[in-house]
């Protein structure tokens, strides 16, 4: 009389650990200044209030006269995010010397195309002054512009 025994060597393991895997997870430390995600149609950033425990209202003022505006941490559902308690900025979403502020897209995108005309803008007047400097002074100058972009990986929370 034979025993059907259950052998143990009859098992694979890799067998067992494809039954059992888990879905594959990489674990990152959260980010000092994570934020929530914004708001339809608006973007938003980070704006230091103070550096290095020093107060820089100049840099603040000048960001809202922009069109930056600190958002109240009452637009958020989720509370994880850490709320100034005290202060000018009392009940705005910020944390160690920085607040998060937003813009309309709209406006953030007029904002961006401004200062693509004045990149454009002086990137022309070069290439005038070189021309100008080669008719007065009669020496021949040579213009090659090329340029190019690399980036590391993007690490930025806010997308512009």
Known sequence: MTEKRNVRANESRAKVREE????????QPPSLLDAPDPRPGMIQRWIATSIQGKE???NV????????????????????????????????IGVEGMVLCEMPLDKFQAMKEYYRGKNSDQNESIAADLNALERTGGISISQDRQSNVSRGRDLSVMND
Do not use: F, L
């Not at 059992?20 to 674990?27: A, D, M, N, V």
């Open 20 to 27: 059992e895997s888990r879905p594959e997870t990489s674990w």
């Open 56 to 58: 820089t209202p100049d």
């Open 61 to 92: 003022y000048k960001r809202m006269r922009a069109g930056w505006n600190p958002r109240s941490a009452d637009t958020v559902k989720d509370k994880r995010y850490p709320t100034i308690n005290h202060g000018q900025w009392e009940g705005c």
